[in-house]
Each structure stands twice: as C-alpha cells, then as structure tokens.
C-alpha cells in the first residue's frame, strides 16, 4: 500500500482556462441566430446510500448531535424524498468545469505557514491576464463578479423519488466520522509532484514553486465498500439517515438559448462526454462512498424536437463542444476523470474490527503517518498509475467523419440537381470527337439517366429538365440505326412522370 494514501485523487488542470469568444454577446432576451431552447429529462439512481440533508442550519444540526437525533434526508411536505436542484447542479457543474477547461475556485484567504505564495494565486498564473472574463462553465451556469455579472440559462429542478426508503439504522452503524483529513498545506497531495517508482525524484514541489494537483474527486465506492463505522470522540461523530441504494430521481434541466457547442458541454458533462460506466457523486459523506450515483438521459427536447443522446442534432452539438476543447491534453484529462468515475474501490481490512483496522489504500491516512510520508519522499500517485487506465469515449471524432462525408454526398446531389441533365446535352471540346455529343446512342441516355435519378432520390425527371431529355431522345432517334438500339417506350413514359 502507497504510504501517501486519501479516499479522493485528482483530475490534472488544463495548462489554459478556455474562455469563449461569444461570452459578451450573450442575452436573456436576444436569442443566438443558432440558440436552441428545450430541456433534458434525467433519471438518477442511487448506486450508493445516499444523504443530502433535509436544509438544517448549522445550529440545528449542532442541536440533534447533541440531542443524539438523526440528521434526515431532503423530504417534500407528501413524505417523497428528493434531491434538491442546487446539489444536482453542482455535481453536474463539477464535470463540466473539467471537461470545459474551466478556472478553478480557490479560497482567496486561504494561507499557510512558510509558504508565500497562495493556492489562488497559483490558479491565478493559470488563468493568465483574462481572469476576469467569464470561462464556458460560468457562460452556461452564470455568475456574479466585481464589475459584471451574468444570469444563468440553464435551471435545475428537485429530482424527485417515488421509492425512495431511509436505511435501517443500528446502533453499531450509526456513525460516520466526519475526520480532519489533509490539509491543502501538505503538499504531498495537494501540489503536483515528480514521481519515480512512487516517490518524489528530487525535492518536493511546494506552493512557491510548483502547481495545484487538479481537481478533487472521490474514489467510488459501491453499496457494499461505504465506510460506514469510525470510533472517534463523539464531538466529530454525526448520526444522519441516508436514503437506501437503488432509488430513483427524476427531474428535469430547463436550457435556454444556449448554442449547440453550450449544449454538447452540459450533456457532455452529465454523462462524461457519452462514456458509458461513469458515476457522479452527490451529497454528504462522499469520502465514505456515499452518494454514488448514475444518471441517465431519458429525453432530450431540442426546441420542441424529441431526442435521444445519439441522435444527428445532439451529435452535433457533441462535436461542436470538442470541438473547442480537443487536444492531447484534454484527451489526457478526460480520460483521468473517467478512470476515477469508473473504477469501483474496496475497503482494505474491512473484517477488522475498527479500533484496529489500519487505514487502507483509499481510506484518510492517520496523523501520524503525514510526517513519515515526507521523510520518506512520498506523494500522492495519480489514480491511473495505480489501477488500469480507462479512456473518453472518443466516437465523435468518428461521427465528425461521418457526417463530413455525409455533408460532402449532399453537396454533391445539391450540385448535380442544380446541373439537372446538362450533361445530355455535353460536347467533347477537342480530339477525334470534337463537336460531337458525348451521350449519343439510347443506351448511354438510359444509364446516365437512371444513375442520376438514383443519386438525386428523383423518381422522373424535373419540368425544366424535361426538354434536354426529350431533345436527346429525338436526336438519337434521327442518327444512325444503332444509336436507338434497346429503345424503351415504357422506360421513356416512366422518367418523364
């Protein structure tokens, strides 16, 4: 087991904040030229207990520890648990600021000892002299700043379930620990590091010279590896109810003149870029795997056209999205966030009893373990340098394909039904045959004829063509005797219509 160990990893930054060109023409009231308006119906199933409480304050939370009462899920006045709209918008939101190559939100106050340089100022040598400008996930979702501020086009509903049930609670599983883990001072996870064979090359990157590991996600646990039991002092113990794995929550997501590129990335985001197996996390106690869930899109309404996730226009809107974003780097961090949203991890040492188990690979290190961690030069890997790394789907760059030929082949019949049957009426512009008519024998008319139709979907020829056929069939008919051989009465009544 890895002496630097955490039940969360990281997704690498982007080396550039994507900022879209079109961020100062968006209205709530002027619509893009190519803006579609419509909404995604979603299922989300819970693979994992789950627990999103039911809008405590602090103090009341504090009030039922004390009280030693439950915490209880988000409930509607009917008694149908749900999730609220604000905590699928996040999950989703997460995603696509990683898919989107988004800036990331650092504590601005945040400081440590002996270091001199902030974690938010290192994102902000990121962010380059545009921080200011908003980023592709602020440009869909809205935001508040200084000077500008900009409303949001896309509204969540609550997710409601219909079998939604609270797990049974026992007095040996009440608890979940909410411990203290690392601190983003201890930069052997929380900066980036050079490894060799699990161990830092040199010195160790710090906050003065170094850059943010990434994005924070959980490892994914399934229903039967939460971590559910840690004996501590009662003080950092809560007692809650999370809701039993395999309920299902349906709502919906209200888009609003987003462009088609604006949509592929909020789809791409709620199902990882279309890849199948991914999971997102929501709620409380995600680093003891709760709130693993699935979400499917069940309908997709693209201004009042019902679709589903593979057909043509949300394909389009897919490709647009990558689009803006493609490249060996964003191949390199899709394909990590897929790997830690696929991969199902085990409790080490679940048997033991928890007085004596040990932390295992994917659980909080304890403390003294950090100080020997560093005299040993260890750091955090990256997950795919542990397990076997999965990959993006990558079937848009086939699709882009297809639907280049696919646009070519159109081009091409547009091209000949605006020629019509030009070509009977074709010369040869020198050699033996100059002057004379290229298609000059029955036989010929019939087959370009026929090839044409096919080509152009036409069943009989067009009014303004009808001319150039019929001056072409009288021609053939006043050459020589073989010119008309094979003629066809039936064939010529048919293409005429």
């Not at 308006?37 to 299922?43: E, F, M, N, R, W």
């Not at 509607?76 to 749900?82: I, K, S, T, V």
């Not at 040199?202 to 971590?227: E, M």
């Not at 995600?286 to 019902?306: A, H, M, R, S």
Request: glycine letters at 6%; hydrophobic letters at 30%.
């Amino acid at each position: 087991m890895d002496k630097v160990h955490a039940p969360f990893n990281f997704v690498p930054l982007s080396s550039k904040v994507f900022y879209p060109d079109w961020s100062d023409k968006i209205s709530q009231d002027i619509p893009f030229k190519d803006g579609v308006s419509g909404y995604i119906s979603l299922t989300i199933k819970a693979k994992s207990p789950i627990f999103v409480r039911d809008g405590h304050t602090k103090d009341e939370g504090d009030k039922l520890k004390e009280n030693g009462e439950y915490e209880t899920a988000a409930k509607l006045p009917d008694g149908r648990f749900y999730l609220p709209a604000t905590s699928v918008k996040g999950c989703v939101r997460n995603v696509l600021e990683i898919l989107g190559n988004c800036k990331m939100t650092v504590d601005k106050n945040a400081k440590f000892a002996k270091i001199d340089v902030t974690p938010a100022e290192l994102e902000k040598k990121r962010q380059g002299d545009s921080s200011e400008r908003p980023d592709l996930a602020e440009c869909i979702f809205g935001y508040t700043g200084k000077e500008k501020s900009l409303r949001g086009r896309v509204q969540f509903s609550n997710f409601i379930s219909e079998d939604a049930e609270e797990e049974e609670i026992t007095e040996k599983d009440n608890f979940i620990r909410i411990l203290n883990g690392p601190k983003a001072s201890y930069y052997p996870i929380y900066i980036k590091q050079e490894l060799h064979n699990g161990k830092v090359a040199r010195d160790y990157k710090t906050y003065n010279d170094g850059q943010l590991a990434g994005w924070k996600r959980y490892h994914v646990r399934d229903k039967d590896n939460i971590w559910k039991k840690c004996v501590g002092k009662d003080k950092l113990d809560t007692k809650f109810k999370p809701l039993k794995a395999g309920a299902k929550f349906e709502g919906k997501i209200y888009f609003h003149n987003l462009l088609p590129q604006e949509l592929g990335a909020l789809l791409s985001a709620i199902k990882f870029h279309n890849t199948e197996g991914c999971y997102h996390q929501i709620g409380k106690a995600k680093p003891y795997g709760f709130g693993v869930v699935e979400i499917n899109v069940d309908e997709i309404d693209l201004n009042g056209e019902k679709l589903q996730m593979d057909d043509e226009p949300i394909n389009r809107c897919m490709i647009a999205f990558e689009d803006l974003v493609y490249s060996d780097e964003w191949k390199n961090i899709a394909d990590e966030l897929v790997t830690l949203s696929t991969t199902l991890v085990k409790n080490d040492h679940q048997s033991k009893p928890a007085p004596n188990r040990k932390p295992g690979q994917y659980e909080y290190m304890e403390l003294k373990d950090f100080s020997h961690a560093k005299n040993e030069k260890a750091a955090l890997r990256p997950f795919s340098s542990i397990v076997r790394k999965k990959s993006v789907n990558d079937s848009y760059r086939r699709k882009k394909e297809e639907l280049r030929r696919k646009a070519e082949a159109e081009r091409q019949k547009a091209e000949r039904l605006s020629k019509g049957l030009a070509f009977l009426s074709e010369k040869y512009d020198d050699g033996p045959n100059a002057g004379k008519f290229k298609v000059n024998d029955f036989k010929g008319i019939r087959n370009r004829v026929d090839r044409y139709l096919k080509q152009s979907g036409l069943a009989s020829v067009s009014e303004e063509d009808l001319p150039l056929l019929c001056e072409a069939l009288e021609r053939v008919q006043a050459g020589e005797n073989k010119a008309t051989k094979g003629w066809d009465e039936e064939w010529i009544k048919k293409v005429k219509g």
